[in-house]
Every structure is written in structure tokens, then in C-alpha cells.
């Protein structure tokens, strides 16, 4: 079992960056491939990027490549997720997931994950 807490969120101007975190309870934090993912009102949940187990790589919808940036501290159990340049359409709820899962391959579906936080609000004005 994981439980992951989010925090960071805010309200920003367009062009700004937030740092969300995901604080992760249990001993095992290091096996999973993490993930993080958006929704805004009236849209399904979108994949954002993911990492995987050991931090040593990440993949991003194209959405957000070369703005957004995932990282993680297994000793802090921890999974960052920093946001540049922010644009309107980043606004939404920021969720973090789990996946028990060490190997090789990033997963982007919503279904695939097995746990996830509660999210945190961002909201980029314009």
C-alpha cells in the first residue's frame, strides 16, 4: 500500500512556474514507476509525464515537454513535478500516481496506475 499526498498547487500568472510535490508513505517507495497526470473541469484525466522507479528517466506528453520537468528523491520518498512557463491551459487538478513496477516502460493510461493522491490545484491566469 501507498499513500500519496500532493502539495504546491496555487494560482500563478502565465508564464510562471510552480513546484509540485507528492509525499509518498511506505518502504517501498523506490519500486515504483511514478506518474503524474491533470484534469481540468469537464476533461478526462490526462497523462503528464512519468518516471520511473530509479529517477534515471522520464517521459512527457508533448504537451508539456520542455516545460515541465519530473524528478524524485527515493530517500524522501518524494516525486517532484516542476512547471515553467505555464500557460492558461495548464490549469486543472495535479494528481501523482503509483505503480508497482521497476522495469523499462513508461505507462500513461489512468487505468494502469493503482494509487493516486487526492491532487492539488493549479490555476494559471492570464
Known amino acids: 500500500q501507498v499513500q500519496l499526498v500532493e502539495s504546491g498547487g496555487g494560482l500563478v500568472q502565465a508564464g510562471g512556474s510552480l513546484r509540485l510535490s507528492c509525499a509518498a508513505s511506505?518502504?517501498?517507495?523506490?519500486?515504483?514507476?511514478m506518474g503524474w497526470f491533470r484534469q481540468a473541469p469537464g476533461k478526462e484525466r490526462e497523462f503528464v509525464g512519468a518516471?520511473?522507479?530509479?529517477?534515471?528517466?522520464?517521459y512527457y506528453a508533448d504537451s508539456v515537454k520542455g516545460r515541465f520537468t519530473i524528478s524524485r528523491d527515493n530517500a524522501k520518498n518524494t516525486v517532484y513535478l516542476q512547471m515553467n512557463s505555464l500557460k492558461p491551459e495548464d490549469t486543472a487538478v495535479y494528481y501523482c500516481?503509483?505503480?508497482?513496477?521497476?522495469?523499462?516502460?513508461?505507462?500513461?493510461?489512468?487505468?494502469?496506475?493503482?494509487?493516486w493522491g487526492q491532487g492539488t490545484q493549479v490555476t494559471v491566469s492570464s
Open positions: 500516481a503509483a505503480k508497482y513496477y521497476s522495469g523499462s516502460y513508461f505507462y500513461t493510461a489512468v487505468r494502469e496506475y493503482n494509487y
Open positions: 518516471i520511473k522507479w530509479s529517477g534515471s528517466s522520464t
Open positions: 511506505g518502504r517501498t517507495f523506490s519500486s515504483y514507476a
